[in-house]
């Protein structure tokens, strides 16, 4: 079964840091190119970061709200994604999904695949 | 960066009701735009992706179109399991962006 599970989340004071992870399985891991998109209580879909795999370079995007604070990265020896996240905000606060890239004709056209995602809660 | 601008935000329709939501690119985007479907608590679905492929094992009774920068997805015969709230995300350029978000609700 394909799939993709957050841990990692939890209650954090302003300023503190938090490591998401995403465990993936059923698929190649190692083949796909990875996201996080988060989702404020009562908001929309915000789009956070993504990694290609590793025979594309491997390399990283970040929104501009998080760029310098948040880092993704991945470890394919264990099929797993991360999120690093540094000098947390109150509006960082939020449920992290971390998804997959649907790739056609090597162009991105979606998330196909989601995880349940994991709750960030930033609070003094 | 490209806003993506959903309407309406909400609407109440009846089962078997033809619902049509649109989301309006700020700038052009070709094809490149997906459509998601997000029930409550739960991670969002992909339905449609380059403005009207279906994802597999989408209903038919989902469908979407594009003119210009104008997106729509349209449910021709709405079922009990579509009351939801849907986004549109444009997939061509750096940030991705989605829309705000439709909810269907129940008349």
């Known amino acids: 079964e394909v799939q993709l599970v957050e841990s990692g989340g939890g209650l954090v004071k302003p300023g503190g840091s938090l490591r998401l992870s995403c465990a993936a399985s059923g698929f190649t891991f190692s083949n796909a190119w990875m996201s996080w998109v988060r989702q404020a209580p009562g908001k929309g879909l915000e789009w956070v970061a993504r990694?290609?795999?590793?025979?594309?370079?491997?390399?990283?995007e970040h929104a501009a709200p998080v760029k310098g604070r948040f880092t993704i990265s991945r470890d394919d020896s264990e099929n797993t994604l991360y999120l690093h996240m540094n000098s947390l905000k109150t509006e960082d606060t939020a449920v992290y999904f971390c998804?997959?890239?649907?790739?056609?004709?090597?162009?991105?056209?979606?998330?196909?695949?989601w995880g349940h995602g994991t709750m960030v809660t930033v609070s003094s | 960066d490209i806003q993506m601008t959903q309407s309406p935000s909400s609407v109440s329709a009846s089962v078997g009701d033809r619902v049509t939501i649109t989301c309006r690119a700020s700038q052009g985007i070709g094809a490149r735009l997906a459509w998601y479907q997000q029930k409550p608590g739960k991670a969002p679905n992909l339905l449609i992706y380059t403005a009207s492929t279906l994802q597999r094992g989408v209903p038919s009774r989902f469908s979407g179109g594009v003119s210009g920068t104008d997106f729509t997805l349209t449910i021709s015969s709405l079922q009990p399991e579509d009351f939801a709230t849907y986004y549109c995300q444009q997939t061509n350029t750096f940030p991705l962006s989605f829309g705000g978000g439709t909810e269907v609700e129940i008349k």
């Open positions: 990694i290609k795999r590793r025979s594309d370079g491997g390399t990283t």
């Open positions: 998804t997959t890239y649907l790739m056609v004709a090597g162009n991105f056209v979606g998330h196909d695949i």
